[in-house]
């Protein structure tokens, strides 16, 4: 299975997110997936990277051409795919993936995470979402989406359109399950 992981390129992050990407990477290889991500040698792209890398996992990176500069991508990617634009590299990586995973990031991975749950929402793919709440960091962010079903302003069906997990061999196991 082709998963597509969105997270952090911050190389300043706590070493329990750097360690939980890495944990999710080496699980990832460990049963056979591969990885399609940012190519980002740093945060937690790099994290997942290194632990699919320790395992003998094989990764895809889709990276716009202007991010093809020394220091930034992960050296060792199986295969580069560049694209002119940051909309171009989405829409590789939802093409080209079977499923999809949010680890804690800023606001380029909110940005990839609600665009594949909306396309989600409007059965556009019908491709398994999860997210990896390492720390509780996505704790304040689920509860402002059952807000937003309280209010009224969301079905309460987009929020079964993806899955929490806090340990990553189960979350691994969700996307077996649900193909």
Known sequence: MN????????????????????????EMARRGHRLMFGGGDHGLMGAVARGM???????????????NVDGVLYPTCDEWIFTDTMRERKQKMETLSDAFVMTPGGIGTFDEFFEILTNAQLELHHKPIAVLNTDGYFDTLLQFLQEGVERRFMKPATLALFAVFTDPVELISYLENRM
Do not use: D, K
């Open 3 to 26: 998963i597509c992981v969105y997270g952090a390129s911050s190389a300043e992050l706590s070493p329990s997110f750097l360690e939980a990407g890495e944990a999710l990477g080496r």
């Open 53 to 67: 890398t320790a395992e003998g996992g094989r990764m895809t990176g889709i990276v716009p051409r202007f991010f």
